[in-house]
């Protein structure tokens, strides 16, 4: 069974800062890897998609690594701000044929603040 | 665009009741999935479909009910509701496997 893992569960830091998620899986048979955005009391929204075969991407401050043979994954985010607070959630997707589980497995997430 | 709808937002329902929670989308994705996430336990997937007329279990199905009568919309059934289905749902939907996901905004379910 996948298992996705976050860490740090939380982060504060200062205003500026470049900073780094993680995010690492057990199982490497993975479709792809997407991060995403949670902000308090609403939905998630997705921030980057990385496919199987792509090493990163990127979108503006943001800049996503796959390295799926150790089953890790990182979030970069360059020069935070006090609006990058949110939650950080990562999550796989594992295919499968037929009518094998679709959906996602998501790690618990990082609760990212940044202090002003 | 409205993307995907959930709706109700909040509902308070007391033990026993049945109630439908709706999901629509209106990007013509084949691929609609509810989850719910629980303090501690992150997002769990409660079932899925791959298409109209085509539904799956997910990891955390007991409980609720699905049916995918047209490409649109997806409602999740809670048959008769228990305190342990006090969560907040979210819907979902994708192209396929390989696109970008979109989150509905969430249902916020207390079961007394």
């Known amino acids: 069974k996948q298992e996705v893992t976050q860490i740090p569960a939380a982060l504060s830091v200062p205003e500026g800062e470049n900073l780094v998620l993680n995010c690492s899986f057990t199982?490497?048979?993975?479709?792809?890897l997407q991060w995403f955005r949670q902000d308090p009391g609403k939905g998630l929204t997705s921030l980057l998609l990385?496919?199987?075969?792509?090493r990163e991407q990127t979108s503006g401050r943001l800049n996503a690594s796959l390295d799926k043979s150790s089953g890790r994954s990182t979030l970069y985010i360059a020069a935070s701000q006090p609006g990058d607070s949110a939650t950080y959630l990562c999550?796989?997707?594992?295919?499968?044929?037929?009518?094998?589980?679709?959906?996602?497995?998501f790690g618990k997430g990082t609760h990212l603040i940044i202090q002003p | 665009n409205a993307g995907v709808t959930q709706t109700p937002k909040f509902q308070v329902l007391k033990t026993g009741q049945s109630m439908t929670l709706q999901c629509a989308q209106d990007?013509?994705?084949?691929?609609m999935s509810w989850y719910r996430q629980d303090p501690g336990m992150g997002l769990r997937l409660i079932h899925y479909?791959?298409?109209?007329?085509?539904?799956d279990q997910g990891e955390v199905p007991n409980g609720y009910n699905v049916s995918r009568s047209t490409t649109e919309d997806f409602p999740l059934r809670l048959l008769s509701a228990a305190p342990s289905q006090t969560s907040v749902y979210f819907c979902?939907?994708?192209?396929?496997?390989?696109?970008?996901?979109?989150f509905g905004e969430g249902s916020w379910l207390t079961v007394v």
């Open positions: 479909s791959v298409g109209a007329g085509i539904t």
């Open positions: 990385i496919q199987s075969s792509q």
């Open positions: 999550a796989v997707s594992t295919g499968g044929s037929g009518g094998g589980a679709d959906g996602l497995t």
């Open positions: 199982d490497s048979a993975i479709y792809n």
């Open positions: 990007m013509n994705h084949e691929y």
């Open positions: 979902a939907s994708r192209w396929n496997r390989g696109n970008t996901i979109y």
